[in-house]
């Protein structure tokens, strides 16, 4: 593929620090070998320090586009030009399109879990969905779900730093959508209880069930899982989480995050090339069927 790089070919940036470790750069580059399309994918380490300068390279240079991740995703947000409502609403951008200099703040975390959803033939549409966490995942995916559709969202959350963030981005979503949200402290087990029982879907948010905390779950008791239940965990690795472990014996329908990492990274291709990804293809190569 490397010897295919002539002058024509358009740059993919991905800005994060640190970065080295992103399967993003394989996947993306492995999508656009298969498309035969003329994009190559690469990692820059941007820390927030460098973030400004790094914008105006992308435009200086005319970047196709780049991905953000931490801990750059609220700070980019004011160097753009546009912003989706998600991206609004949020206050975190994943993905920037360059469109002939004008640059836009695309949050494909949100679209990809959606979008895992519908591929799984989950309908939450006009229904109700408890989540279990509102960091950078959790309130993309609490987004997009009450942009799309989705009738109620109960969030539980602990009471760190990211609680009073979610209050304010539930209180944007009240008044903006016809979505109705609500944040509870994750230490109300009662409330969990009963906010679980009346969801369509359970969705884990947090790291609870990856290292260094693989193994627990914040869902100990089988009882407040019932079998018609369905039960998403954003951890890709493992692949089955303790909260997925107890879901399954239960006999509830359980997906895991590597359908989210996939389908955000596809929405990405399309933002960038017009294309639509290969997943199946991406699945098998980058071993994500084992
Ligand atoms: P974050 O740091 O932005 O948010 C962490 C969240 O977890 C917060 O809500 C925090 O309150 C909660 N939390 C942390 N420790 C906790 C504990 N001990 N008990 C209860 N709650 C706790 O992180 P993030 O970027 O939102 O990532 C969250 C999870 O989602 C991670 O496991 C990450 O790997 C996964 N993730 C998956 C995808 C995907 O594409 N599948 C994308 C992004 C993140």
Known sequence: MRENIDGHFLLIGLMAYPI????SPQMQNTIYAKLNI???????????QKLPDAVKGLRALGLRGSAVSMP??????????????AVEMSG?????SNEDGVLTGYNTDGIGYMRMLKEADVDIIGKKMTILGAGGA?????????????????????????????????????ENTDCKVYVYD??????????????????????????PLEGQSLITDPTMLRSDLIVTD????????????????????????????????????????GEDAPIDYVKEKMGFND
């Open 20 to 23: 080295r470790h992103s399967l």
């Open 38 to 48: 003329p994009y190559v994918y690469l990692a820059f380490e941007v820390d927030q």
């Open 234 to 273: 954003c951890i890709y690795s493992p692949r089955k989480t303790k909260l997925l472990e107890i879901a399954e014996a239960q006999g509830c329908k359980t997906l895991n995050g590597i359908g989210m990492m996939l389908w955000q990274g596809a929405a990405q291709v399309k933002i960038w090339t």
């Open 92 to 96: 975190a951008c994943n993905t920037i």
């Open 186 to 211: 994750l230490a109300d087990k009662d409330k969990l209880r009963s906010e679980i029982a009346s969801s369509t879907l359970l969705c884990n948010a947090t790291g609870v069930g990856m290292k």
């Open 72 to 85: 750059n995703k609220q700070l980019v947000c004011q160097y753009l030009d546009k912003l989706t409502p």
């Open 138 to 174: 959790g309130t993309a995916i609490i987004v997009q779900a009450a942009l799309d559709g989705v009738k109620e969202i109960a969030i539980f959350n602990q009471k760190d730093d990211f609680y009073p963030k979610i209050e304010a981005v539930a209180k944007k979503l009240n």
